[in-house]
């Protein structure tokens, strides 16, 4: 056997696990520092201005001024909070965004003379669940830190932030049983295989895709479930009280969830470092070639969804906690509840049917989603649920109410004192 397709083990494994280390984390920390400056250059695009653009050439150097402002300012801390913990909160949020990226594969394995080296931090065969178990570990650095502020728009933020993570954690792991369903493994690069045989998630399980989008704009308290950290409610929510690098560390832990999250969902249901529309990269003899090809696919697909994070945060209103809390439990667990059986019944009928792995099953479970979807939004939606601003009274009676407002009003009055004077 070609030495170039054997894993490398020994010492060899334990130098090349240090290169990754020491290249990936030092790539991962500057891609979150420059996604401030993206976040500013996409607002800035949809509001129609500049956005920063005199610190470097075009603005590049305004996360390094970010960095080094945060650094010279001095550190605040409550007299009445609790000191260790509110040191250690941002420390636990940021660690844990950094280490859930550690099992996804972002490229196909790259051959050396020692042995094929894996393009993932740590190749697990349990990958998936590795990343769910530490990402859930992150809601305990924002309740620590809202508790130990001892604050009480700190404290509801915490509490806003553990109650909705925990609400959509439950729906973000069951949006991932139908992939398991669909591959047989829980590990990230057999994923990433099955989709590269048998079509991509996102059309085999374009519910599970969709749900899993929201599960992760909740999780990583984006807009519009920035609840934990509403300005107009909390004035900054959980971190009120912090200031200079920790204040900033929660921001990078926003940023880095973000990173890992477009990576998941890239990997999941997009086919990862997967090329469209080929197998010359998952078939034959591995390459560096094939290796930078399908970095680069995987950098694009993370960086739509990085994207489409920071579009929606500029475009849609916030939810009310109300609406946030019904939607997890109301509406996304019992629809994923339904849809685990279904596709669990559709795969035992195509394996019935001796139908496996290809297109035409990729067609079949295209149609029944299309099925779910439609059935979803034009029946039982038609654009109330799932709208920010629902109401549960009947047309006729807002107008009514709508009326007595007007003839209420000091303009109705003095029209009619006029009418009556005249």
């Excluded at 209103?317 to 019944?345: E, H």
Aim: aromatic residues 10%; proline residues 5%.
């Amino acid at each position: 056997m070609n030495p170039m397709h054997i894993p490398v083990t020994g010492t060899a494994f334990l130098i090349a696990s240090a290169v990754k280390l020491l290249v990936f984390f030092s790539v991962y920390l500057v891609t979150v520092a420059m996604l401030t400056l993206a976040e500013r250059k996409v607002s800035a695009w949809i509001q129609d201005r500049h956005g920063p653009n005199r610190t470097g050439p075009g603005g590049l150097l305004q996360p390094a001024a970010d960095g080094l402002k945060n650094l010279m300012k001095e550190e605040l801390q409550p007299s009445a909070g609790h000191g260790v913990l509110f040191t250690l909160a941002p420390a636990i949020a940021f660690c844990t965004a950094l280490v859930s990226w550690a099992v996804i594969p972002f490229a196909a394995p790259m051959p050396t003379p020692w042995g094929l080296v894996p393009m993932a931090l740590a190749e697990l065969p349990v990958g998936f669940l590795f990343t769910l178990a530490i990402g859930s570990l992150g809601v305990y650095g924002i309740t620590l830190a809202g508790w130990a502020s001892n604050n009480k728009y700190s404290l509801l933020g915490g509490l806003r932030s553990s109650a909705q993570m925990v609400s959509y954690e439950i729906a973000m792991g069951m949006s991932i049983i139908p992939v398991l369903l669909l591959t047989g493994n829980v590990a990230l690069d057999g994923i990433i295989r099955q989709q590269a045989a048998g079509g991509w998630n996102v059309l085999n399980l374009t519910v599970a895709f969709f749900v899993f989008v929201l599960a992760a704009f909740a999780e990583t308290n984006r807009l519009p479930f920035d609840l934990p950290e509403a300005e107009s409610e909390l004035v900054a929510g959980y971190h009120t009280e912090y200031s200079s690098m920790r204040f900033s560390m929660f921001f990078i832990a926003e940023y880095a969830n973000m990173l890992t999250a477009a990576g998941l969902m890239a990997t999941l249901f997009l086919g990862g470092w997967d090329i469209p529309f080929t197998r010359w990269d998952d078939t034959g003899d591995p390459s560096v070639l094939k290796t930078l090809a399908t970095l680069g696919s995987f950098v694009a697909k993370a960086g739509f969804f990085l994207f489409f994070f920071m579009w929606i945060r500029w475009t849609l209103p916030r939810f009310r906690y109300d609406q946030l809390m019904s939607l997890g439990w109301k509406v996304l667990l019992p629809l994923m509840l339904g849809y685990i059986v279904l596709v669990a019944s559709v795969l035992l009928a195509l394996q019935a049917a001796g139908i496996g792995a290809g297109w035409l099953r990729t067609l079949v479970l295209l149609g029944m989603n299309v099925v779910v979807l439609g059935g979803l939004f034009l029946v039982v939606d038609r654009g109330r649920l799932l709208s920010p601003t629902t109401s549960r009274l009947k047309r006729i009676d807002v107008d009514r109410l709508r009326a007595r407002a007007a003839d209420r009003s000091p303009l109705a009055a003095g029209t009619r004192a006029e009418l009556m004077g005249d």
